[in-house]
């Protein structure tokens, strides 16, 4: 969404009353190490001249757009922290801020900005018609695997209530397709807990595939049993980090010293 905002700017779609147009990914580790106002919207330092016209104007004509609030620390939510000094306006008032957030994190964003608030904004997901028009789109050159899929659906409605999110949508649609095209339809997942394990599967073999020691390589649909040894560690190292992670309320993992497998790689915005 903060793309596509930025996206209709550039072209002249949207945000047209403002001059200037800032996104900051809280989820970059650039963004979220910055100390003063000039590490975090400049942190390359390509733009001086644009970021002087920002600091002069004190951020009139500006929006900053923060994308993933619930990215930052514990530390970075700190008052004293750039970000929080933004959005208290000790730094550019005259900016105009836009926050993105999970629902949870809205409640940690400090109560001045809250209290200035013009509009809170929640996306919902999809409906019955965006599903059915999401899944006719998607399966539109395949007729049959379209027949297949809606009976699938309709025989698995915990698979189905996952699709209202937009997210499961696209990995359910995915994992199907490349279940039915590999003759293995009878494998797609059937619970939540299968569709995230399909998922990972699916990034395993890629990763797998991409890495000239291992070369092509197809996984056991059900199992990993048959995971080279080094991976399958790595694997139980990246689970055991996620169980801490959910113990201890810490969700954003900078500086792993160990391999990732590829599935937490930043995905790159198209």
């Not at 397709?177 to 997942?189: C, D, L, V």
């Not at 810490?250 to 599935?263: A, I, K, M, Q, R």
Request: charged letters at 30%; a negative charge.
């Amino acid at each position: 969404l903060a793309w596509e905002l930025c996206k209709g700017w550039e072209e002249n779609r949207l945000l047209k009353q403002w001059d200037v147009v800032v996104l900051i990914q809280l989820r970059d580790v650039d963004a979220r190490e910055a100390s003063n106002l000039e590490e975090l919207l400049d942190p390359d330092k390509q733009f001086g001249s644009e970021i002087d016209y920002i600091k002069r104007t004190c951020g009139n004509g500006v929006m900053i757009i923060f994308d993933g609030y619930d990215e930052l620390s514990e530390k970075q939510k700190q008052r004293t922290s750039v970000f929080q000094r933004l959005l208290v306006r000790r730094l550019l008032p005259g900016a105009t801020l836009l926050v993105t957030s999970r629902p949870l994190a809205t409640q940690e964003l400090p109560m001045e900005f809250r209290k200035q608030l013009h509009e809170h904004i929640e996306v919902v997901g999809f409906s019955d018609n965006d599903i059915d028009e999401y899944v006719k789109c998607k399966f539109c050159d395949t007729p049959d695997m379209l027949i297949d899929f809606q009976s699938y659906i309709s025989s698995h409605p915990f698979i189905y209530k996952a699709m209202y999110i937009p997210l499961h949508c696209a990995l359910v649609t995915d994992l199907y397709q490349t279940y039915w095209r590999k003759g293995k339809k009878e494998f797609a997942p059937k619970t939540i807990t299968q569709l995230y394990t399909c998922f990972i599967h699916s990034l395993l073999e890629r990763y797998l595939d991409d890495d000239p020691v291992y070369g092509p390589h197809e996984l056991c649909v059900q199992e990993l049993t048959d995971l080279p040894q080094d991976v399958y560690d790595d694997l139980m190292k990246l689970a055991e980090l996620a169980a801490k992670g959910i113990r201890e309320q810490e969700y954003v993992f900078d500086n792993l010293t160990h391999n990732t497998l590829g599935l937490m790689q930043r995905v790159n915005d198209s």
